[in-house]
T-cell receptor
Framework: EDKVVQSPLSLVVHEGDTVTLNCSYE??????LLWYKQEKKAPTFLFML????IEKKSGRLSSILDKKELFSILNITATQTGDSAIYLC???????????FGTGTRLTVIP | NAGVTQTPKFRVLKTGQSMTLLCAQD?????MYWYRQDPGMGLRLIHY???????AKGEVPDGYNVSRLKKQNFLLGLESAAPSQTSVYFC?????????????FGPGTRLTVT
C-alpha cells in the first residue's frame, strides 16, 4: 500500500531556531516529491524534488531528496513567527493523475 | 489572475440536504481536483478530472458526485449530506502533463453537516 509519512506531527520552537521536517514515502512509480506550506487557508507550493542529492533552496527554506532511502527533509533556518503553518509533503507518481499527501507537520514558532 | 476560487466559503447543512460546491480556475489548466481535509488525515482526494467532460474517482469518492462541463469549472455535489462529510474541502488545478506536479489550491470551503 502506498504511503507518505511525515514526522514529527507537531513541533513548537522559538524564533531563531532551526527546524528539520521529515517525509518518508513508500510508493510505486515515484516521479517527484513536493512540499507545500498551509497557513490558514490554501496550501501553497514550496518545492518540487525529482533528483536525489540536489538541494532546492528558497531564502531560509531548503529541501533535499534521497531516492535510495526514500525520504526528504525540509529545513527552515532562523525561524520566524510567520513560518508557523502546517507543512505538507506529497508524492507524484508516474501514471497517476493525483498527488498522494502525508498528514502534515504542524510547526508553531513562538516569539 | 484570480487563480483558483471556490464558492461558498462556509456552509452549514442538515443531514439529508444537498448542495453543490463550485470551483473555478483561470489558468487554463487541464487537471482539476477535489480534496477533503480532516484533522490528522491530511488531504484526501475525492474526485478529479483530466480534462473537460471527464471525471474520475479518487481515494474517498463515496457520497459525492462531480461534473466538468467547462474546462474552467469543476463542481462537487453532495446529494444527501451526512455528518461524516463535515470537513474542509479544497479544489486544486494543475497544468497539462501531470509531470508538472505542482497543484494550485483554492481557499477552501468549510462545510458542517448537523
Amino acid at each position: 500500500e502506498d504511503k507518505v509519512v511525515q514526522s514529527p506531527l507537531s513541533l513548537v520552537v522559538h524564533e531563531g531556531d532551526t527546524v528539520t521536517l521529515n517525509c518518508s514515502y513508500e510508493v510505486t512509480n515515484f516521479r517527484s516529491l513536493l512540499w507545500y506550506k498551509q497557513e490558514k487557508k490554501a496550501p501553497t507550493f514550496l518545492f518540487m524534488l525529482t533528483s536525489s542529492g540536489i538541494e532546492k533552496k528558497s531564502g531560509r527554506l531548503s529541501s533535499i531528496l534521497d531516492k535510495k532511502e526514500l525520504f526528504s527533509i525540509l529545513n527552515i533556518t532562523a525561524t520566524q513567527t510567520g513560518d508557523s503553518a502546517i507543512y505538507l509533503c506529497a508524492v507524484d507518481q508516474t501514471g497517476a493523475n493525483n498527488l498522494f499527501f502525508g498528514t502534515g507537520t504542524r510547526l508553531t514558532v513562538i516569539p | 489572475n484570480a487563480g483558483v476560487t471556490q464558492t461558498p466559503k462556509f456552509r452549514v447543512l442538515k443531514t439529508g440536504q444537498s448542495m453543490t460546491l463550485l470551483c473555478a480556475q483561470d489558468m487554463n489548466h487541464e487537471y482539476m481536483y477535489w480534496y477533503r481535509q480532516d484533522p490528522g488525515m491530511g488531504l484526501r482526494l475525492i474526485h478529479y478530472s483530466v480534462g473537460e467532460g471527464t471525471t474520475a474517482k479518487g481515494e474517498v469518492p463515496d457520497g459525492y458526485n462531480v461534473s466538468r462541463l467547462k474546462k474552467q469549472n469543476f463542481l462537487l455535489g453532495l446529494e444527501s449530506a451526512a455528518p461524516s462529510q463535515t470537513s474542509v474541502y479544497f479544489c486544486a488545478s494543475g497544468g497539462i502533463g501531470h509531470g508538472d506536479g505542482e497543484q494550485y489550491f483554492g481557499p477552501g470551503t468549510r462545510l458542517t453537516v448537523t
